[in-house]
């Protein structure tokens, strides 16, 4: 079974398109995340949520919007792609507190024409 | 603030040869550090953690780590590389006083088994 899923697997499209990536978890988290992984495999994180509500926002363009319509669930959705946004894009989910191991999805690999 | 530095952007070694990937940390609160394994084309996967507990930690696929804080380091080890250790090494330090976990990743290291 698979513990952190995401969909699409690859994106492309061209740039000021609109697209959103989809994550869901059934390991009963209650913490999600978004991360970036550039060309150069540098990961950095986007976004987190606890339970729903948004507790890590990093230095994201606001065309980036995550939602998490419920704690299993955090999509997101990106507005007027760049050539930039290429690059692997990883959902993982947690229990919350520091200790907790983090569980990555596969990722999804953005490629902005 | 957390940080990471790994040394070595990339690591080379023959098949059954010692592994040392090394890592050093920086961290304003008593810190939880991670090694995470990535190969080729895939997610990432926890190969061990350290959380205050014993300082010596064995992972999977006979990988160890060893927290030092006097060298502010936690080094990954292995005693003998199979062509299959090959792939990009994440060292990872989180910590925080909110409760609420952020990774903060090294820039990773890539490993190559030569046979």
Same mark, same amino acid.
Request: hydrophobic share 35%; charged share 15%; with cysteine.
């Given at each position: 079974?698979?513990?952190?899923?995401?969909?699409?697997?690859?994106?492309?499209?061209?740039?000021?398109? %609109?697209?959103?990536?989809?994550?869901?978890?059934?390991?009963?988290?209650?913490?999600?995340?978004?991360?970036?992984?550039?060309?150069?495999?540098?990961?950095?994180?986007?976004?987190?949520?606890?339970?729903?509500?948004?507790?890590?926002?990093? =230095?994201?363009?606001?065309?980036?919007?995550?939602?998490?319509? %419920?704690?299993?669930?955090?999509?997101?959705?990106?507005?007027?792609?760049?050539?930039?946004?290429?690059?692997?894009?990883?959902?993982?989910?947690?229990?919350?507190?520091?200790?907790?191991?983090?569980?990555?999805?596969?990722? =999804?690999?953005?490629?902005?024409? | 603030?957390?940080?990471?530095?790994? &040394?070595?952007? +990339?690591?080379?070694?023959?098949?059954?040869?010692?592994? &040392?990937?090394?890592?050093?940390?920086?961290?304003? @609160?008593?810190?939880?550090?991670?090694? @995470?394994?990535? +190969?080729?084309? *895939?997610?990432?996967?926890?190969?061990?953690? @350290?959380?205050?507990?014993?300082? &010596?930690? *064995?992972?999977?696929?006979?990988?160890?780590?060893?927290? *030092?804080?006097?060298?502010?380091?936690? +080094?990954?080890? *292995?005693?003998?590389? +199979?062509?299959?250790?090959?792939?990009? @090494?994440?060292?990872?330090?989180?910590?925080?006083?909110?409760?609420?976990?952020?990774?903060?990743?090294?820039?990773?290291?890539?490993?190559?088994?030569?046979?």
């Amino acid at each position: 079974d698979t513990a952190v899923s995401q969909t699409p697997k690859y994106l492309v499209t061209q740039m000021g398109n %609109d697209k959103s990536i989809k994550c869901e978890q059934n390991l009963g988290h209650d913490t999600m995340y978004w991360y970036k992984q550039d060309s150069k495999k540098f990961l950095k994180i986007m976004f987190s949520y606890n339970n729903k509500e948004l507790i890590i926002n990093e =230095t994201v363009p606001n065309r980036f919007s995550p939602k998490s319509p %419920d704690k299993a669930h955090l999509n997101l959705h990106i507005n007027s792609l760049e050539l930039g946004d290429s690059a692997v894009y990883f959902c993982a989910s947690s229990f919350p507190t520091s200790y907790n191991e983090q569980f990555f999805g596969p990722g =999804t690999r953005l490629t902005v024409l | 603030a957390q940080s990471v530095t790994q &040394l070595d952007s +990339h690591v080379s070694v023959s098949e059954g040869t010692p592994v &040392l990937l090394r890592c050093n940390y920086s961290s304003s @609160y008593s810190p939880s550090l991670f090694w @995470y394994v990535q +190969h080729p084309n *895939k997610g990432l996967q926890l190969l061990l953690k @350290y959380t205050s507990a014993a300082t &010596l930690v *064995k992972g999977i696929n006979g990988f160890e780590a060893e927290f *030092k804080k006097s060298e502010t380091s936690f +080094h990954l080890t *292995k005693p003998s590389a +199979h062509m299959s250790d090959a792939a990009e @090494y994440f060292c990872v330090v989180t910590g925080s006083n909110t409760g609420f976990q952020k990774l903060v990743f090294g820039t990773g290291t890539r490993l190559l088994v030569s046979p």
